[in-house]
């Protein structure tokens, strides 16, 4: 089943330009500090394994998100909405890093993506009233309608 | 919208028709698969037809004079050849006709092979009646073919070269020494063009001027040779065999008796970048472009002299000039001429990487292009020939070349540029010649050594210890301090990043079609291709005719091309021009199209849509009239005409009427009739044929030149009769033979299309589709897809559509 | 002038000294901003990451809520436009995804029509009625040697952030920020790198370390230019800057410091603000003995 979710969600025909020039890679600032896979074998491995290898592979997660790669392909790959589908797919593997695990889980939690202790205190010192509570109950029923279940309980 | 017309009544006036039909076996290739006694015996019952005979090959020795003698002993007058397809034998028939005494014209063949017999092997009984009807509609339209006669219009035994590099110039030279007169227009002070830039050429090394010199001495002093420098072409009109010429001459503000002492130089005080030596260096205002140039004659840069507003401010140079050669007063000039053929080599562009800004080119003074590194290593170049880096003038220890810059970039230029990966070989070698301690490193994506003696070069570099590194680097960051450059990518064979510094980036840059190539396309009606280069008549087999008669292309402005084959191709261009010359004369093919003086009323509408522009007139003159010389007879014209006042000759909407409604005879809406340009959609479906590729028999292929031919009218009488689909199809979009003259008909059909809907038709039963040539399984695919939805479709539905179409019809034309 | 101001979570949870410098600057320079009940973007490095349609149809409620209002949205955070920006293309240009989300809204009253745009605060200083008002308000100038960091989600993808600006070569390349603060008497310093990524993401999703390891190399290069003072547009570069020098000098034992500054205090030292009144004081690396040198503090 997710093998069809991905290629619903990118064209796969897309990659069949990609000719490994390497450009991507030779930006990514990821690649210079961590062992992430990069896009160009990613889209080589989609290409000639299957794209099961990739989504199973935690280094998929080592990326900055900047899409400097999408940017500087001579082919115009849409590189970035690649990566959102495989990182999708790897998700509904329960493939996903634990940091980013809790971060949506706030999200679902609580309506933000942040929260610190004294929040109205320091609010305060910058001269500011409190801020107004999230709209929970109905970013929580949307989400049971979006099937965010299929990947994280909140 | 004309009154249908009985097939008796047309028949009638036709009561002293003698023709002769004859059905071919060609061997089992239609025998085996189609009964072709049947089919003969079918047609000696067809009105008009005098005797209908089957052979085993129509196209032997004996089956032309059997054709022949019967002509001769029957005194026939039309005849029909069942075989194969026209585009095969046609001139073989044509010919057996002429030779006993029967206008080429008053030939028809069915296509009974392509189109029926390969096409429908295991139906036997379905191509037999198929095979039928084509003869039928074959009969029914030479029985209103008309004799032609081919014109012959004069060629003028003088040519123009539009550019002065290396292809123009050889171009030129092959013309003058058959002996033609040539004019050869060159926008710069001197010809030369690329090649003069370039310090040395792969594969073999060879000095680049040094080659080039002679040839360019050659042009200079040719008595046949007419050389305008500084030059552009400003207005082409005329047809093929008489091209008149207008050409806009810059003033050289230096007269003939210029000796190029060179006194002036020095004696200019306007300082300018030189564009020979790519902006590395500077020039003055009165400059020649390099040392070998042709003419060898100074000349001065208007726009950035001193003088430029009219007055003379300065005249330091007339003051150095012992011999008195600046003339301020010298004047712009326009020359006219004729000339009969005309050779394009105008050449090409260099891509600009200043958008690429993550290579830092412009930014980053180490990092500089091909072109800028040929003339740093030429000895004439700026640097006098020493390998130097312009930050700080020091000899690069580590140089890198990275290819595919600009190119196979949907970015910049979608193609490969086809010269780089061995430029940058030769580049690398001669650094290594020169100055063997320096370290290069190639980056490459593919290197592409495809041509003759380039595989050795590409070896001798690797074993010569060239580095090549699969992945171009993503990103080049300065070291401000020392200007270096930092090199981040991957290198893909081992799958890690790597970081190298370097002393100097040679970034190997793509060529492009001219910027300003669109006015010399419209000036003389080319075609250019997807990327943006002109294009060829046919890319295998008229590969540098262009689809206007007369014109020929000769070097990189077709396409991205190394010396070689821009000579190989200019030689070609020369000889194709040469033949019209050395004949003197040109046939025009009696298919073009005629304007009826009386029914024309001037609106200018035809004159609109040809591609040639080969209609000429006015509301003024009350008509418009076609240049028989500059029509090419693709009949877009035709259609377009709302008072019925052009028609094509050969291809008349009688004779074609005369087709459908024979088709619209028997069962229409089992059918789907298409119409097939000759140059893609009917070789298509001949290809189709060739390649036995298999499709439902329920088709009719009517061929016209161009389906910018197809006349909406045609679609209506097939949908007002019954038929159950029509196909329309052409070239594809960019590939047209006739100039994109089938853009009228992507739009007649988008019309033709919103009209089906108001009149309350299922718009899906006509159908547009691009087939070319090639595109045999792409016919069949379409026509089996046509035919799927046809069987879906109940003939009452048909023609309970057909009476609505009818009944909208009438409505439009009672509310004109 | 009028915007529905959208906050996010990092500004008005992390960093109200931003919020609060932004209304105050704003209001100066006569640009009206409404307060609207939205929530979370979401975030394109996280919600979008995990689960593309709750994503999609979150950001889409945000964009309605803007769209009951009739106002533009502005934002003040890269990855805040980033999503809101690239939903509001997709909903306006792909039915099917329109539709689909519109069902999911419906039954919260909401409908998605795409009536509105996405702004982010640097475009909404950079126009010329804006430009023209600090140059009437400004009281001082700021003599600083700036290097300008974008954020990459303020302008990648180029082909829904800014299709309209698009470079030959497809890209988009941003200079408004450098423009903006010359006109207040900043010395824009370009850079090597300028358009690399801070770390954020990748520290804050996987790895801090080599989230920081990206921060060092581009305060290397931000060093190599003796750049007095970085200006940000988005929380998460700032945090990044901020936090992560601090934690990087404990790890190298490297002193050099720069004090990075959200663009609108650069604006609101220029309109003669106060530095308690533009929060400076909260920041890790403190710009106070950089603003007394050239007399600002």
Redesign the interface.
């Known amino acids: 089943m997710t093998t069809l979710r991905i290629w619903k969600?990118f064209p796969r025909e897309d990659l069949y330009e990609c000719?490994?020039?390497?450009?991507?890679?030779?930006?990514?600032?990821?690649?210079?500090?961590?062992p992430a896979i990069?896009p160009?074998?990613t889209i080589l491995k989609c290409l000639n394994l299957g794209h099961q290898d990739v989504v199973e592979d935690e280094r998929l997660?080592?990326?900055?998100?900047?899409?400097?790669c999408?940017?500087?392909c001579?082919?115009?790959i849409?590189i970035?909405d690649l990566?959102?589908?495989l990182?999708?797919s790897a998700?509904r593997r329960g493939n996903?890093?634990a940091?980013?695990v809790l971060?949506?889980e706030l999200?679902a939690k609580t309506?933000?993506?942040?929260?610190?202790h004294q929040?109205d205190e320091?609010?305060a010192?910058?001269?500011?009233a409190p801020?107004?509570p999230?709209?929970i109950e109905?970013?929580r029923?949307?989400?049971s309608?979006?099937?965010?279940r299929?990947?994280?309980e909140f | 919208m004309k009154e249908p017309e009985s097939l008796t009544e047309k028949t009638s006036e036709h009561n002293d028709l003698r023709i002769g039909v004859y059905v071919c076996h060609c061997g089992k290739n239609i025998g085996g698969t189609v009964r072709c006694e049947e089919v003969a015996q079918f047609a000696t019952a067809l009105p008009g037809v005098m005797l209908a005979k089957d052979s085993l090959y129509t196209c032997s020795e004996p089956g032309q004079e059997q054709i022949k003698s019967d002509i001769r002993e029957h005194r026939l007058n039309r005849v029909v050849v069942a075989s194969c397809t026209p585009r095969l034998h046609e001139p073989t028939f044509r010919a057996a006709c002429q030779s006993a005494g029967l206008n080429p014209y008053l030939l028809e063949m069915a296509n009974i092979r392509e189109h029926c017999s390969w096409v429908h092997l295991h139906e036997k009984d379905a191509a037999t009646e198929k095979a039928k009807e084509l003869v039928a509609m074959a009969v029914s339209r030479v029985a209103r073919l008309m004799p032609q006669f081919e014109v012959t219009v004069p060629v003028a035994r003088k040519s123009l070269v539009i550019g002065g590099g290396i292809a123009g110039i050889q171009a030129a030279l092959d013309m003058a020494d058959a002996g033609y007169k040539v004019y050869l227009v060159e926008k710069a002070g001197s010809i030369g063009g690329r090649m003069a830039q370039i310090d040395k050429t792969f594969p073999t090394m060879d000095c680049s001027i040094c080659i080039l010199a002679p040839k360019m001495s050659e042009v200079g002093r040719h008595p046949n040779i007419e050389l305008l420098t500084l030059s552009q072409v400003q207005e082409i009109s005329g047809h093929i065999g008489n091209f008149r010429v207008k050409v806009f001459k810059r003033a050289r503000y230096v007269t003939d008796e210029c000796t190029a002492c060179g006194e002036c130089i020095d004696a200019c005080p306007q300082l300018v970048p030189d564009e020979f030596e790519a902006g590395l260096s500077i020039r003055r205002a009165i400059h020649i472009p390099f040392a070998q140039a042709v003419p060898s004659k100074y000349h001065i840069d208007m726009h950035h002299c001193l003088n430029n507003q009219g007055i003379v401010a300065c005249d330091r140079c007339f003051q150095a000039c012992q011999k008195k050669c600046i003339n301020f007063a010298d004047r712009d000039q326009v020359l006219e001429f004729e000339v009969g053929t005309i050779v394009v080599a105008t050449g090409v562009d260099v891509y600009d990487p200043t958008p690429l800004t993550e290579l830092g080119y412009g930014k980053f003074p180490n990092v500089i292009t091909t072109l800028e590194f040929e003339r740093l290593i030429n000895a004439g170049g700026p640097s006098g020939g020493e390998l130097i880096r312009p930050s700080d003038r020091k000899r690069p220890r580590k140089v890198a070349f990275l290819q595919c810059i600009g190119s196979r970039s949907k970015r910049a230029s979608p193609y490969c540029s086809n010269v780089c990966c061995m430029n940058t070989i030769k580049d690398a070698l001669l650094i290594r010649e020169h100055w063997p301690e320096t370290e290069i490193y190639v980056f490459y994506i593919d290197i592409r050594a495809f041509g003759k003696g380039f595989e050795d070069l590409f070896q001798r570099a690797r074993r010569e210890g060239v580095n090549f590194i699969r992945g171009v680097p993503g990103e080049i960051i300065e070291d401000i301090n020392t200007g270096d450059l930092r090199l981040l990518g991957e290198n893909t064979l081992l799958g890690s990043h790597y970081r190298y510094t370097m002393d100097m980036v040679v970034l190997s840059v793509g060529i492009q079609p001219r910027k300003d190539s669109a006015s010399l396309q419209r000036m003389l009606n080319l075609a250019t291709d997807t990327d943006g280069f002109y294009m060829e008549a046919h890319p295998k087999l008229r590969p540098v005719d262009t689809t206007s008669g007369g014109v020929f292309l000769a070097g990189a402005a077709e396409g991205p091309k190394d010396i070689k084959d821009s000579v190989t191709q200019a030689s070609a261009a020369a000889s194709r021009a040469n033949i019209l010359m050395s004949k003197g004369e040109v046939t025009i093919p009696a298919i073009t199209a005629r304007i009826d003086r009386d029914k024309c009323t001037g609106c200018g509408l035809c004159a609109r849509v040809c591609p040639y522009h080969a209609i000429e007139g006015g509301k003024e003159l009350g008509y418009y009239r076609v240049v028989e010389a500059a029509c090419q007879g693709c009949g877009v014209c035709v259609p377009e005409c709302r008072f019925g006042a052009i028609d094509q000759t050969h291809f008349t909407d009688d004779q074609i009427v005369s087709q459908i409604d024979r088709v619209l005879a028997n069962n229409p809406h089992d059918k789907i009739l298409c119409f097939a340009c000759n140059w893609c959609s009917y070789a298509g479906a001949d290809f189709a044929g060739v390649s036995r590729m298999q499709y439902p028999p329920n088709v009719r292929i009517i061929r016209t030149m161009c389906s910018g031919r197809v006349s909406p009218a045609w679609i209506d009488r097939a949908f007002a009769g019954g038929i159950g689909a029509v196909l329309v199809s052409g070239c594809h979009p960019s590939d047209c033979h006739y100039n994109n003259a089938n853009r009228e008909t992507a739009r007649r059909i988008e019309r033709f299309w919103k009209r089906m809907e108001r009149a309350g038709i299922n718009k899906d039963r006509l159908r547009l589709a691009w087939v070319s040539a090639a595109e045999g399984a792409q016919f069949a695919k379409v026509i089996s897809e046509m035919h799927e939805a046809l069987a879906r479709t109940p003939a009452d539905k048909v023609h309970k559509e057909a009476d609505k179409l009818r009944e909208f019809l009438s409505k439009k034309s009672s509310s004109q | 002038m009028k915007y529905a101001l959208y906050l996010g979570c990092a500004i008005p949870i992390k960093y109200p000294g931003f919020e609060a410098t932004t209304r105050l600057v704003c209001e100066r320079l006569g640009i009206e901003l409404v307060d609207l009940p939205f929530a979370c973007c979401p975030p394109g490095t996280s919600m979008k990451m995990v689960h593309y349609d709750s994503w999609l149809v979150l950001a889409a409620r945000n964009l309605c809520v803007a769209e009951e209002a009739g106002l533009d949205v502005l934002t003040l955070c890269s990855g805040c436009v980033n999503t809101l920006k690239e939903a509001n293309t997709i909903l306006k240009k792909q039915d099917a995804r329109r539709r689909k989300v519109n069902r999911v809204l419906e039954d919260h009253g909401r409908h998605f029509a795409g009536t509105i745009e996405v702004t982010h605060i640097l475009d909404v200083l950079y126009q010329d009625a804006v430009v023209e008002k600090i140059v009437r308000k400004m009281e001082r100038e700021v003599p600083l040697r700036v290097g300008c960091h974008y954020g990459c989600h303020y302008f990648r993808p180029p082909k829904y952030m800014y299709p309209e600006e698009l470079s030959p070569s497809e890209s988009y390349v941003p200079v408004k920020m450098d423009h903006l603060l010359s006109i207040i008497g900043v010395e824009p310093t370009e850079y090597s790198r300028k358009f690399l990524c801070c770390g954020s993401p990748l520290g804050a999703n996987m790895d801090q370390d080599a989230g920081y390891a990206i921060t060092r190399q581009k305060l290397g290069h931000i060093h190599d230019r003796n750049i007095q003072a970085l200006s940000v547009i988005c929380p998460s570069c700032f945090e990044q800057f901020d936090m992560g020098q601090v934690v990087l000098s404990r790890k190298f034992k490297d002193n050099r410091k720069v004090p990075v500054f959200y663009l609108t205090q650069l604006i609101g030292l220029a309109l003669g603000m106060k530095y308690r009144e533009l929060g400076l004081d909260v920041h890790r690396v403190k710009s106070r003995k950089l603003l007394e040198e050239i007399g600002m503090a």
């Open positions: 969600h000719y490994q020039c390497a450009r991507c890679t030779g930006s990514c600032p990821a690649m210079e500090v961590a990069g160009r074998e997660w080592l990326c900055c998100t900047c899409n400097v999408e940017d500087r001579p082919q115009k849409p970035s990566l959102v589908a990182r999708n998700a996903i890093p940091r980013l971060a949506v999200l309506g933000r993506s942040m929260i610190v929040l320091m609010r010192h910058h001269g500011l801020l107004p999230a709209p109905e970013i029923e949307l989400l309608k979006t099937g965010f299929e990947v994280i």
